[in-house]
């Protein structure tokens, strides 16, 4: 069954510590994406990328940055966490070329105290 | 004005109901239109998506698409409990442009 995993399902950090969220597919996707979703404002687009050591910023970069070593591997980084930045974190990839949309992780909950 | 409308809900129906849920955009450049559906507390799934205009059926689904005036609607018939879900419409190609999402509680 393809998948993509992220690492964590629930997160408690502090402000002002860095937070790494981890997302793994395994569907040798070129595209991987990161959003936030919070109530009202539905999906916003963080960073993406379409292909490995590639990155390009979405619609809410700020406060975020992202790393893509391995085609596989996405992931985005908090470097200084504020508490607006509490909120669900969803990791999407998909195929380059092909209208078959994307594939989600199951997100990670992060709450910012 | 947002490139995608989507109208929040919630939606409540009965069991069996036929429902529509619908969508705006501003992009005429769009030519795949998807629909998602998300649980809570899961991430969104993949229910169908269409090419350009017309319509296409899933089983209880169907996704009309009506480029000439920037309308996306999706059709359940016979509705179920396990429909209760919130759905997002999401026109694009290579980069997704996702509706809030429709809150749908389907009663039995």
């Known amino acids: 069954d393809v998948k993509v995993t992220q690492s964590s399902r629930y997160l408690v950090k502090r402000t002002g510590e860095k937070v790494f969220l981890e997302c793994v597919q395994d569907?040798?996707?070129?595209?991987m994406f990161w959003y936030r979703q919070d109530p009202g404002l539905g999906l916003r687009l963080i960073y993406f990328?379409?292909?490995?050591?590639?990155?390009e910023k979405g619609d809410i970069p700020e406060g975020y940055s992202v790393s893509r070593e391995k085609k596989e591997r996405f992931s985005l980084i908090l470097e200084s966490a504020s508490t607006n930045q509490t909120s669900m974190y969803l990791c999407?990839?998909?195929?380059?070329?092909?209208?078959?949309?994307?594939?989600f992780g199951s997100g990670t909950r992060l709450t910012v105290v | 004005q947002k490139e995608v409308e989507q109208d929040p809900g919630p939606l409540s129906v009965p069991e069996g109901a036929i429902v529509s849920l619908n969508c705006t955009y501003s992009?005429?450049?769009?030519?795949?239109f998807m629909w998602y559906r998300q649980y809570s507390r899961k991430g969104p799934e993949l229910l169908m998506y269409?090419?350009?205009?017309g319509n296409k059926e899933d089983g209880r689904f169907t996704a009309q698409v009506d480029k000439s005036s920037k309308y996306i609607s999706l059709f359940i018939r016979d509705s179920q409990p396990s429909d209760s879900a919130t759905y997002l419409c999401?026109?694009?190609?290579?980069?997704?442009?996702f509706g809030t999402g429709t809150r749908l509680l389907v009663s039995p």
């Open positions: 999407a990839s998909s195929v380059s070329g092909a209208p078959t949309g994307y594939t």
């Open positions: 990328s379409y292909d490995v050591k590639m990155k």
């Open positions: 992009n005429s450049a769009f030519q795949y």
């Open positions: 999401a026109p694009g190609f290579q980069k997704l442009v």
């Open positions: 269409t090419y350009s205009s």
């Open positions: 569907m040798d996707h070129e595209n």
